[in-house]
């Protein structure tokens, strides 16, 4: 990945120098041209083409947001409720993930979305130990943490 | 008469996010005294009050825009920021809490992290950890 954003570069000032005008948009420009060949010629470098991966980056800021504002209409939904009928509780999650700023992205991202909030992580690094709001559909949130969260995760780094 | 009708615009959304960043602060402080123990407080004091301080910096960002023409990146940068950090300090406040032994507010579900720790425990006499 970072041996094709070098290409990309080199080509962007290439056609800086060819065109003779050095300014942002010939850069740019030019960065283009390099995206575009290298999308062309993306069978002979090494590894996958690397804005595949910038997109999935996206979709997974995008999906954080849309949780983050979902889970704060629950949360100010819980706050204002007359009878507070919540059933808190702390349920363990198992994890496919394995480096650390894999695991610290994925705690920070339970911590901000609907009833969840990690507090501990076990000592093997297998299991997140995640406080939810409502324990009673803690298989519930399993699920969807693993479908949604840690396949975003998954795709982004490997 | 076109520019009019964008700056009347942008003050309706600078106006509205301001309303609604001050709405989930509020509701964030409420929460803090209606809820039970630290970590159902945590839950609110970290997502609300999120999600408030960021549509407030939103709302500054606006009106800089719309009114002086500037674009602020540092407010972009502290809303990265303030997500990048909230969760975990919301994280260590709540290891912290459990490490020093606060019973969560349970009804009638285990704590299967208490659980777990007595488990590490009884087969790690010597780790006090």
Redesign the interface.
């Known amino acids: 990945m970072a041996f094709q954003i070098v290409i990309n570069l080199i080509i962007a000032f290439l056609w800086m120098f060819l065109s003779e005008s050095y300014s942002a948009p010939s850069f740019i420009a030019g960065y283009l041209l390099g995206l575009l060949l290298l999308f062309v010629l993306r069978r002979f470098v090494p590894d996958t083409f690397y804005l595949k991966r910038f997109l999935k980056i996206g979709a997974l800021v995008l999906l954080f947001i849309k949780e ?2 979902s ?2 209409w629950e ?2 939904k ?3 409720k007359r009878k ?1 009928d ?7 999650l198992p994890i496919d993930v394995k480096s650390n700023w894999e695991i610290t992205l994925l ?6 979305t609907p ?1 969840t ?4 992580i ?2 093997d690094n297998t ?1 997140i ?1 995640i ?1 939810a ?1 409502h ?2 559909d803690s298989e519930k949130s399993i699920s969807e943490i693993k479908n949604t969260f840690e396949k975003a995760i998954l795709e982004v780094s490997r | 008469m076109i520019e009019t009708w964008i700056n009347i615009i942008i003050n309706i959304l600078v106006i509205l996010s301001l309303l609604a960043g001050t709405f ?1 602060i509020l ?2 402080s ?2 803090i005294v ?4 630290v ?2 407080r ?3 004091a ?3 009050a ?2 408030g301080v960021a549509f407030i910096l939103i709302g500054a960002f606006l009106f800089l825009y719309a009114a002086h023409s500037i674009v602020s990146g540092k407010l972009l940068l502290a809303i990265v920021f303030i ?2 950090t ?3 300090s ?2 260590m406040i ?2 912290a809490a ?1 490490a020093n032994g606060i019973k ?11 659980e ?1 720790k007595d488990e ?1 425990i009884k087969q790690h006499p010597s780790d006090t950890n």
Request: aromatic share 12%; glycine share 6%.
């Open positions: 983050l504002l889970s704060n949360i100010v819980l706050v204002y507070q919540f059933e808190p509780g702390i349920f363990a705690a920070n991202l339970i911590s901000l009833g909030l990690s507090v501990a076990s000592h299991k130990y406080h709001m324990i009673q | 989930f509701s964030s409420i929460g209606r809820f039970p123990d970590y159902t945590l839950h609110t970290t997502k609300a999120t999600l997500l990048l909230a969760p975990v919301a994280h709540g290891r459990h969560p507010f349970l009804k009638n579900r285990g704590d299967a992290y208490q777990a590490y």
